[in-house]
């Protein structure tokens, strides 16, 4: 889906229709959770989570909540500018909602989804990498993306600031989630 929501300018009704349809079908498949592992889809995960009875985790949410815990000043590696809007927004929405404190500075890495697009990951990675050391005062660095994830091990290689990712994170707070949903229905 998220090829398709590139194409969009603004997500469509249609766009949000067919991801909730998605998302409803895994919980008729009996699924615990969902992840969802693109932040371009905001409004279509609000309207998701207000039409299933299972946990839903957004792409970001546990990320954030781990770099807040490292401090106020967080900077973000991006690669899919149609997903900085949203994962911007959820961010804020996040700070509000936890009472804390924190700004977030994205820097979008121009070309490198092509690349990984392409099978080139190596060169998505150190292209990434490259623009690291530009957050090197934030207190955490998040790669924005599951697929930008991948250049962790370089991002790390090239600054001392915590860098985070999403699946990391996520998988984590997933298990909690449902661990808990569990319990609540025995």
Do not use: W
């Not at 469509?12 to 998302?23: K, N």
């Not at 121009?110 to 998505?124: M, R, T, V, Y």
């Not at 790669?143 to 091990?153: E, G, I, K, N, W």
Request: aromatic content about 4%; some cysteine; proline content about 4%.
């Amino acid at each position: 889906m998220s090829l398709d929501r590139a194409r969009e300018a603004q997500l469509s009704q249609a766009m949000i229709d067919r991801f909730v349809r998605f998302g409803q079908y895994g919980r008729d498949m009996n699924a615990d959770g969902i992840l969802i592992t693109c932040s371009a889809f905001g409004p279509a995960i609000d309207k998701l989570e207000a039409s299933v009875d299972i946990p839903i985790l957004r792409p970001n949410e546990a990320m954030f909540h781990a770099a807040v815990a490292r401090g106020s000043k967080i900077g973000m590696l991006a690669t899919f500018a149609p997903a900085i809007a949203t994962m911007t927004d959820e961010f804020d929405d996040y700070i509000r909602s936890s009472g804390k404190h924190a700004t977030l500075r994205t820097i979008l890495v121009e070309h490198a989804i092509d690349l990984l697009k392409k099978g080139d990951a190596e060169s998505h990675n150190r292209l990434v990498a490259a623009r690291a050391p530009e957050l090197s005062d934030c207190d955490a660095i998040l790669l924005a993306h599951f697929s930008t994830s991948r250049a962790v091990d370089a991002v790390r290689a090239v600054t001392p600031v915590p860098v985070l990712t999403a699946p990391d994170a996520a998988v984590a707070r997933m298990r909690e989630l449902v661990e808990q949903a569990a319990t609540a229905h025995v």
